[in-house]
């Protein structure tokens, strides 16, 4: 268990792969969604709006995972664990449309929901996976 | 929200994607990892060992959520929520089996664990997705 995605799990995150994203409801209850990301260091930035259920959960409990596998071989994935350690307003949506370009989405105008645009970076705390 | 997989996301379980389940860590940490499923009725099935750290989390908390996306059009996703209903032995890894044929995993002999394999009955609680 370590900090630092190997180097041979490292195309699972560098290739535009959806990753699965878990938060805690204020229920109690898991939530599970696939989710744009990209990895900057040692934090794992999404973009996200204020006004969802994940940014909720967030708030109530800052836990977040993210899993990673590359459906052409799915035995092969990344886990990374952590915690929402920033909020970074992103009301031109200048990283939505970063990551829409990463996932060979059209996009090239803000959408309708920049306003509410955040960056939630996650710290990674811990990384497992085969 | 609803407790009925609506037709129009059947086709995601229905298709032998991976899901990605989501459970809580005693720590109360969110842990998620790929997995085999197969939905029957208002319950999802998978396979596991008694060994896994997935398993104590389940002994812990019976929180579990399971996403499946379909990767070639990755926007369409079901989100199954609910609890761990029941634990099945399975020591003749029959229903691994079941679930290595279904995914197109060349097995026919039981893993080396089947031992330990149980099935982990999810209750299914909450479907969302689009």
Chains 1, 2 share one sequence.
């Not at 290739?15 to 900057?40: C, K, S």
């Not at 992103?90 to 929901?113: H, I, S």
């Amino acid at each position: 268990m370590s900090t630092t995605i190997p180097e041979e799990l490292r195309p699972l995150v560098d290739e535009p792969h959806y990753g699965v994203l878990g938060t805690i409801r204020p229920d109690g209850a898991v939530q599970v969604n696939p989710m744009w990301f990209r990895v900057d260091g040692d934090h794992v930035l999404f973009t996200h709006t204020t006004t969802r259920q994940k940014y909720r959960n967030l708030q109530h409990n800052p836990t977040m995972s993210l899993a990673v596998f590359d459906p052409a071989q799915p035995y092969r994935y990344v886990e990374l664990r952590g915690v929402l350690d920033d909020v970074v307003p992103d009301p031109q949506a200048a990283f939505f449309l970063e990551l829409a370009a990463r996932y060979g989405d059209a996009r090239t105008t803000p959408p309708e929901d920049a306003a509410d645009r955040v960056i939630l970076r996650m710290r990674i705390d811990r990384v497992s996976g085969q």
